[in-house]
């Protein structure tokens, strides 16, 4: 079992803010960009106006610069190379690129408030030395002049993806990191997820006319524009032409841009129109149906998690499978029509938890993907719920597979440093979702939908972090949930409940009940052989409190987590039970199901022997059975 070693961190609770009200930074870039599409690079100017929000005076910035892992013998590169179970989309690619195909993000010059700057550029992060110190409050502008290569297509970005998409401007520019209440992030890149400073972006781009920009943002000049985003004929075309897009209250920009794409306007008189971007063919058929599915899908995520509140959202062929961008997404085209939804649903539902409450996803990944994957799966059920065992039933597998196995890290591990994709995946994504889901077994299902929205409409345009939605459930339920997220983010530990024992006492049935590793709310259905059902419910001791549950459902003393067991007596004699469950909601992810149902024999002689269940480990191997009911010599209790 592995655990991480602070607390305070992994819930993201932060001492140095004590006393202080919430604050964040602001950043609004202005960017030129010359594109040159015969060599595949541009040069680049940026002004960045920096509002430090903070208490703290600055003496360095930093700067991402990603293209910069598309390099031989960068740190992503030696990731992918040495990691025991390598993207297959990446490999040893990187260590492949010539000179010309590498990503290279070079910084001519830096000015803050008109003055050099002193800049080292470390891989993948610009590290720069302030001439003057940034006082809490303090407005500075950085202007920048910088050229790019854009690299062949490998991760996420770059150009000539696998579906012969030009150009996929994901992570293209000199990104400042950001600095919140813990500090500075400045993360090199080998792979994962981003954070980014709330501001606005005015970016103008000049490339080949011939060339369909999508991004992020509105286009401010589309009746000199064409390609679809106006209706205006235009008479004159020159050989390059200009896009002007700006964006307000976002975190990051992408674009992309190819010669062949189809631009498709999708109204939604309820907002938002979709802006689909796809080469249209026999491989894209499905494209052309997309819009109705995302009117749906937007429709559904308004109503159950928060506004969304900008004007239009593309949806953009490219990339190398699916990612997020604020008000857009990349994705790749050639699909069959569930897999097309699939992915744009997920992607879509990121502009909540990624595009809106912008966690920091290399620290709380399973935020933004547990999240994601939560509400998609909600809203992928509706419309194909024939792929889906129940609604989150795949989270559920994915999670008990990795906690059986030797993989298996905690939730709070930082994202860059899973020992596998494998843990990081079913990590962010799967226990991601089990985690919320199973809040409704703990605090019920109308609590997590109040939870969901009231966590939207507090916490959008910041950056909260776990304990800010741990509050927020707690809130609305009354009930205390410190163990809950100390357990199943902070740890490896797992469910594991169980029936112990059976046996008739004086007339009743007496039942014992085993505890596993981690705490957990109980609840058994006790079926009659007359066809009867009595229902039961077991708070822990650390809730403070239990769920609203149905009147007829018996709500038993709590059980304390030091117990490994619970004794229960029913008025039911043994002989008129049938069955006993657990987890009769669904809504746990108990590791092991074996010893959590019993059937009792009809020919069971209660006066020589109680039941007694015993799962048994076959050659050290993490697979189980149950053991037919050993006959023991019966004891009392």
Known sequence: MKRCFS????LGISFSGFGQSYWQQEAHYQMNID???DNHQFDGQQELTYINHSPDTLNKVFYHLYFNAFQPGSMMDIRSRTI???DKRVGNRISKLNKSEMGIQQILSLKQNGEPLVFTNDGTILDVDLNKSILPGDTVIFSMEFKTQVPLQIRRSGRMNKEGIDYSMSQWYPKLCEYDRDGWHANPYVGREFYGVWGSFDVTIHMDANYTIA???????PDEIGHGYTNVLIDSVPDRLSWNFKAENVHDFVWAAD????HDIVVNDKGPDFHLFYQKGEKTKHWEHLGEYMIRTFEYADKHFGKYPYPH???IQGGDGGMEYPMATLITGHRSLKSLVGVSVHEAMHSWYHGLLATNEALFAWMDEGFTSYA?????????????PGTHGGSYKGYKRIAKSNYEEPLCTHADHFDTNWAYGAASYSKGVVILDQLSHIVGQKVVDRSLKRYFNEWAYKHPNASDFKRIVEKESEIELDWYFEYFVNSTKTIDYGIYEISENNNGTQILLKKGEMPMPVEFDVVLKDGGVSKYYIPTVLMRGEKVVDPVVNILPDWAWTNPYYSVRLKHAASDISEIQLHTSGHIADVEPLNDKVIIPKKWDWNKHKLKLQIIEKKKKKKYKLQKFAKIKKVAL
Do not use: K, M, V, W
């Open 7 to 10: 607390i305070l961190l992994c």
């Open 35 to 37: 594109f040159n599409t």
């Open 84 to 86: 025991l179970d390598s």
């Open 215 to 221: 991004a992020t943002g509105i286009l401010q000049n």
């Open 259 to 262: 010669p062949d794409y189809t």
């Open 313 to 315: 959202y593309s949806i």
């Open 376 to 388: 998609s799966n909600r809203i992928e059920y509706g419309f194909f719920p024939e792929d889906f």
